[in-house]
């Protein structure tokens, strides 16, 4: 801690001096009664006086919570030396929220030991290095002020509150492995599919009695297996439209941990495409390991501007498995995101684009702006037509809106688009 | 009063310089036994004004915290009260004693303050 002399100790000490000369040179005792307690008071402060020594500890609990929970950050503070005033201030980062008085002022006898609690609720997913706590002390009769700072006592990890999705994109195609998804192909399951002769070798149980009873001849009924599927998640985080403290990046996040989470308790195999200034890949898994990986691999997720071209060249080829569904979460800002995901079709990969979409970020402003808007406006169209004409869904998801309607959307795209 | 609302600690030594110069201007013949309610007024209104302006209205503060200080002013001026007692007392018996025993007292206040200076700065570098 930085030790320097409160402003009190040099008015008092001005004033004895004055004081002091005034009496000498006027003659007057009664000036120099007028010094003597400032004289006392310095004298007094300064030999008091001790330097401040504390120790402190900082805990959270819980060290992982969602967005809106409340968290409690416990503060531990053992005084070395006695100290007469002790001001704590505990600084939250952007994102917490506190609930209560985050500064205190208390006074600690030598080798007292006191706990601070401080609840604070959680309002943006991300990781935070908490800890930053400025501390001032004060000498008895404030001769002296010490001021220091302690920064990154204890991390918390808070993970993006899931967005409410009730059915899920299917995929054009299913993987080998056993899961929830329906196959097109024939075979071993219990989702009914056809019926055909009977042929030597099938199952008496899979003999469709009315079918053979009409028939006069034994006829089978044919089922598609459930198999799981590949999903690859592609979050663009090339850059944002913000407003305030939301931001189509807060958005995507949530809706790509939402889908994962799905996607993983169905079985199926979901990988994460970190695609910006940063590039961040996780290989397909499944389970609860893999639901951690990607939500910690989301936590890390931030806009770095970058001016580098980066296409899907530089993905390794184990993150885009063949007929995996793609689902692309992204604004459609950066020709490198938009020009990624157009090869990622010239490719044959079965894609499907969520736009997050930056309209409710940028008010639309006067005279040439709103003109400007306009125009900003016309090109997104045709960006999404240029994507439709490939085959590919895009479908607009606007702040407050559920997911489930753009979902909804590319799944009615991808429907009739599969008639024509 | 500038310095408690302005919160500038910087005002306060002004003011109490030119309440004390006041005091000196209506100073007459003969020894002012009043100069000790008055130099203890100076001290208890100097320490509320520091008092009041540290006050930050963020801060929660513990009742022990504004105990003590209120036991420490307290302590201050009845201390002051005594040694401007002792101060007065002396005073009175040395009025005439002639230009030695000013030679003294103006040794006595250049002994005071380099004895601050010198607590100032051990402490300053402990």
Same mark, same amino acid.
């Given at each position: 801690m930085? !030790?320097?002399?409160?402003?009190?100790l /040099?008015? &008092?000490?001005?004033? *004895?001096?004055?004081a002091?000369?005034?009496?000498?040179?006027? #003659?007057r005792?009664?000036?120099a009664?007028?010094?003597a307690?400032?004289? +006392?008071? *310095?004298?007094?402060?300064?030999?008091?006086?001790e330097?401040?020594?504390?120790?402190?500890?900082?805990?959270?609990?819980?060290?992982?919570?969602?967005?809106?929970?409340?968290?409690? +950050?416990?503060?531990?503070?053992?005084a070395?030396?006695p100290?007469? $005033?002790?001001?704590?201030?505990?600084?939250?980062?952007?994102?917490?929220?506190?609930?209560?008085?985050?500064?205190?002022?208390?006074? +600690?006898?030598?080798?007292?030991?006191?706990?601070?609690?401080?609840r604070? !609720?959680?309002?943006?997913?991300?990781g935070y290095?908490? /800890?930053?706590?400025?501390?001032?002390?004060?000498?008895?009769?404030?001769?002296?002020?010490?001021?220091?700072?302690?920064?990154?006592?204890?991390?918390?990890?808070?993970?993006?509150r899931?967005?409410?999705?009730?059915?899920?994109?299917?995929?054009?195609?299913?993987?080998?492995?056993?899961?929830?998804?329906?196959? #097109?192909?024939? /075979?071993?399951?219990?989702?009914?599919?056809?019926? $055909?002769?009977?042929?030597?070798?099938?199952?008496?149980?899979?003999?469709?009695?009315?079918?053979?009873?009409?028939?006069?001849?034994?006829?089978?009924?044919?089922?598609?297996?459930e198999?799981n599927?590949?999903?690859?998640?592609?979050?663009?985080s090339?850059?944002?439209a913000? $407003?305030?403290?939301?931001?189509?990046?807060?958005l995507?996040?949530?809706?790509?941990?939402?889908?994962?989470?799905?996607?993983l308790?169905?079985?199926?195999?979901?990988?994460?495409?970190?695609?910006?200034?940063?590039?961040?890949?996780?290989?397909?898994?499944?389970? !609860?390991?893999?639901?951690?990986?990607?939500?910690?691999?989301?936590?890390?997720?931030e806009?770095?501007?970058?001016?580098?071209?980066?296409?899907?060249?530089?993905?390794p080829?184990?993150?885009?498995?063949?007929?995996?569904?793609?689902?692309?979460?992204?604004?459609l800002?950066?020709e490198?995101?938009?020009g990624?995901?157009?090869d990622?079709?010239?490719?044959?990969?079965?894609?499907a684009?969520?736009?997050?979409?930056?309209?409710?970020f940028?008010?639309?402003?006067?005279?040439?702006?709103?003109?400007? &808007?306009?125009?900003?406006?016309?090109?997104?169209?045709?960006?999404?037509?240029? &994507?439709?004409?490939?085959?590919?869904?895009?479908?607009?998801?606007?702040?407050?809106e559920?997911?489930? *309607?753009?979902?909804?959307?590319?799944?009615?795209?991808?429907?009739?688009?599969?008639? $024509? | 009063?500038?310095?408690?609302?302005?919160?500038?600690?910087?005002?306060?030594?002004?003011?109490?310089?030119?309440?004390?110069?006041?005091?000196a201007?209506?100073?007459?013949?003969?020894?002012?036994?009043w100069?000790?309610?008055?130099?203890?007024?100076?001290?208890?209104?100097?320490?509320?004004?520091?008092?009041a302006i540290?006050?930050?209205?963020?801060?929660?503060?513990?009742?022990?915290?504004?105990?003590?200080?209120g036991?420490?002013?307290?302590?201050?001026?009845?201390?002051?009260?005594?040694?401007?007692?002792?101060?007065?007392?002396?005073a009175?018996?040395?009025?005439?004693?002639?230009?030695?025993?000013?030679?003294?007292?103006?040794?006595?206040?250049?002994?005071?303050?380099?004895?601050?200076?010198?607590?100032?700065s051990?402490?300053?570098?402990?």
């Amino acid at each position: 801690m930085t !030790r320097f002399a409160a402003p009190k100790l /040099g008015a &008092y000490t001005g004033l *004895v001096a004055a004081a002091l000369l005034a009496a000498l040179v006027l #003659r007057r005792p009664e000036l120099a009664v007028l010094a003597a307690p400032f004289a +006392l008071a *310095v004298a007094a402060g300064l030999a008091l006086s001790e330097r401040a020594e504390v120790r402190l500890a900082l805990a959270v609990t819980p060290a992982r919570a969602l967005e809106g929970e409340e968290v409690e +950050l416990r503060l531990d503070i053992v005084a070395e030396t006695p100290i007469e $005033r002790l001001d704590v201030l505990i600084e939250l980062p952007p994102g917490l929220a506190a609930l209560g008085p985050a500064a205190v002022s208390l006074r +600690l006898a030598r080798g007292e030991r006191r706990q601070l609690a401080l609840r604070a !609720r959680t309002e943006r997913w991300g990781g935070y290095a908490l /800890g930053r706590i400025d501390l001032r002390a004060r000498s008895p009769l404030g001769m002296h002020v010490e001021e220091g700072r302690a920064t990154e006592l204890a991390s918390l990890r808070v993970y993006p509150r899931e967005e409410e999705v009730r059915r899920l994109l299917a995929p054009l195609e299913t993987q080998l492995s056993s899961g929830n998804e329906v196959a #097109r192909a024939k /075979g071993d399951g219990i989702e009914f599919a056809d019926i $055909r002769q009977f042929v030597a070798g099938d199952r008496i149980r899979r003999i469709n009695w009315r079918a053979s009873a009409r028939r006069s001849e034994l006829w089978v009924n044919e089922t598609h297996p459930e198999r799981n599927t590949d999903v690859i998640l592609f979050l663009d985080s090339f850059t944002e439209a913000s $407003r305030g403290d939301r931001s189509t990046l807060d958005l995507a996040v949530r809706a790509t941990a939402s889908l994962a989470e799905r996607y993983l308790a169905r079985r199926d195999r979901v990988g994460l495409i970190g695609f910006g200034g940063v590039l961040r890949w996780l290989l397909p898994g499944m389970g !609860r390991v893999q639901a951690y990986r990607i939500a910690d691999a989301l936590l890390d997720t931030e806009i770095v501007f970058s001016y580098a071209w980066k296409d899907v060249e530089v993905l390794p080829r184990r993150t885009l498995p063949p007929q995996a569904l793609v689902i692309a979460l992204s604004p459609l800002l950066d020709e490198r995101a938009v020009g990624a995901l157009l090869d990622l079709r010239a490719r044959g990969f079965d894609l499907a684009v969520v736009d997050v979409s930056p309209l409710p970020f940028t008010p639309p402003g006067t005279g040439l702006d709103a003109t400007a &808007y306009a125009l900003w406006q016309l090109r997104r169209d045709a960006l999404r037509y240029r &994507y439709e004409r490939a085959g590919v869904a895009v479908a607009e998801w606007r702040d407050g809106e559920p997911l489930q *309607v753009a979902i909804e959307e590319v799944r009615s795209f991808r429907r009739h688009a599969a008639r $024509r | 009063m500038a310095g408690i609302v302005l919160r500038r600690p910087a005002v306060v030594p002004w003011s109490l310089f030119g309440a004390g110069g006041l005091y000196a201007a209506t100073l007459r013949d003969g020894l002012d036994g009043w100069s000790l309610g008055v130099a203890a007024g100076l001290l208890l209104a100097a320490e509320l004004a520091y008092w009041a302006i540290e006050r930050d209205p963020l801060l929660r503060e513990e009742p022990a915290v504004a105990l003590r200080r209120g036991a420490s002013i307290a302590a201050l001026v009845a201390a002051t009260l005594a040694a401007g007692l002792v101060v007065l007392t002396t005073a009175g018996f040395a009025v005439g004693a002639g230009l030695a025993l000013a030679a003294a007292g103006a040794a006595a206040a250049v002994g005071l303050l380099l004895l601050i200076a010198r607590l100032a700065s051990a402490t300053s570098s402990s």
